[in-house]
């Protein structure tokens, strides 16, 4: 809980199961109920992922469920801003599901975790988020610095993945 108590953004993600969050995200939205009472996450920064095994496979439903939890803290949500390959022919594969309000992705199937647009939309997210953590001077004393996640955590999981912005060093 320290790392993510002292953590000024936190990236919430699960894969999209049944239509919403995995249960184990679920139990974890169970157990902050110690950091609502206590507002320990109120203005920190906050963005959500969600992979599918088809592309529309509902993610939707579980990145609303991420930013209503993100709200109910009384976090800042940050969203995509990749607008994709549709629009923008230059940039293939780019937030090929369309979504903005975080970052999903498909699993392809077989041996490849990840098609390299969902890789590359990612890399972005990530970017960005780490853009907000500097824009917003979330590092008081220490400067604006970079951020950097420690991990994505995408994958055939069904596990939940939480991970915490840091600057770099």
């Given at each position: ?7 000024p953004?936190?990236l919430?993600?699960s ?8 249960g ?9 109920a110690?950091r609502w ?5 109120v203005d ?23 930013s209503?939890f ?8 940050i969203?995509?801003?990749e607008?994709?390959?549709l ?9 090929a599901?369309?979504a903005?309000?975080g970052?999903?992705a ?14 590359e939309?990612?890399?972005r ?5 780490a853009?907000?953590c500097?824009r917003?001077h979330?590092y008081?004393?220490r ?13 055939r ?13």
């Open positions: 809980w320290r790392a993510l108590d002292s953590a953004a936190i919430f993600g894969p999209t199961y049944m239509g919403g969050v995995a184990g995200f679920a139990q974890f939205m169970e157990d902050c110690a009472e206590t507002r320990a996450w920190k920064l906050a963005g959500g992922f969600t992979t599918a095994q088809h592309p529309a496979g509902d993610k939707l439903s579980t990145l609303i469920r991420l209503l993100a709200a109910q803290m009384q976090m800042i949500w969203g995509q801003a607008t994709g390959s629009a923008q022919p230059a940039d293939p594969g780019l937030n599901d369309g903005w309000l970052l999903t498909t699993d392809p199937g077989g041996e490849t975790l990840l098609a390299p647009g969902d890789i939309t990612a890399r997210f990530g970017a960005r988020i853009a907000a500097a917003w979330v008081g004393d400067g604006f610095g970079k951020c950097m996640s420690r991990s994505l955590g995408f994958g999981s069904t596990r939940p993945h939480f991970t915490a912005i840091r600057p770099s060093r």
